[in-house]
């Protein structure tokens, strides 16, 4: 069975501060991977996906992430963090579904504080 | 392109009424996804629907039902609400090409309370 683990519930950063989110994953095969955000009371944002290829992939708004198979790990960065990062962040591994269509199982989410 | 778009925004229900959440997409996209959102527990599926006339039960699908209505519309009932479905509600889709896993697209969801 697929699932992903976000070991930090919160993470607060000053402004202008690097930031690493970690994500461990657990899948039979090679999976897919994805960050979403969520601001408050908004929907998920696709921030980036890893598919194949480079395990180093760029998203929207700075942010990038590596694949790193010998950890199971996709952990999200950025190098300068803008007070308007502060939101949730959630990684999500991709699967098939045995009725078709694609499966995502979610982390638990990280909640980004952002200090200015 | 509006993407994902959910009905109503709120909804307040007493317990053992019943209601329908309305989703709809305007990418073309195959499969449709309905999740609920609790704290500290990151969204999970209720049902989905591969494809126009499919539907299938995701993890947690106790106390609801799903109609694909036609490719763009994907609707959650909740028959007899209970106040354990008092969540947050996601509708998504996704494309599928040459059988590769496409990223799901998520509406700005439905912010159910049942006393």
């Known amino acids: 069975a697929q699932s992903v683990t976000q070991p930090d519930i919160h993470i607060t950063v000053s402004e202008g501060a690097s930031l690493e989110l970690r994500c461990n994953y657990s899948y039979g095969a090679t999976p897919y991977l994805f960050w979403y955000v969520q601001s408050p009371g908004q929907g998920l944002q696709l921030l980036l996906k890893y598919f194949s290829g480079d395990t180093l992939v760029q998203g929207i708004k700075g942010f990038e992430a590596e694949f790193k198979r010998s950890q199971s790990s996709f952990n999200l960065r950025k190098p300068s963090v803008h007070w308007s990062d502060a939101a949730e962040y959630f990684c999500?591994?991709?699967?098939?579904?045995?009725?078709?269509?694609?499966?995502?199982?979610f982390g638990t989410g990280t909640q980004l504080k952002v200090e200015l | 392109n509006a993407g994902v778009t959910q009905t109503p925004k709120f909804q307040v229900l007493k317990t053992g009424q019943s209601m329908t959440l309305q989703c709809a997409q305007d990418?073309?996209?195959?499969?449709m996804y309905w999740y609920r959102q609790d704290p500290g527990m990151g969204l999970r599926l209720i049902y989905y629907?591969?494809?126009?006339?499919?539907?299938d039960k995701g993890e947690v699908p106790n106390g609801y039902n799903v109609s694909r209505l036609n490719k763009r519309e994907f609707s959650l009932r909740l028959e007899s609400a209970a106040p354990s479905q008092t969540s947050v509600y996601f509708c998504a889709s996704s494309g599928i090409s040459g059988g590769l896993t496409k990223e799901q697209y998520f509406g700005p969801g439905t912010r159910l309370t049942v006393t």
């Open positions: 990418m073309n996209h195959n499969s």
């Open positions: 999500a591994v991709g699967g098939v579904l045995t009725g078709g269509g694609n499966k995502l199982t």
């Open positions: 629907s591969a494809s126009e006339g499919t539907t």
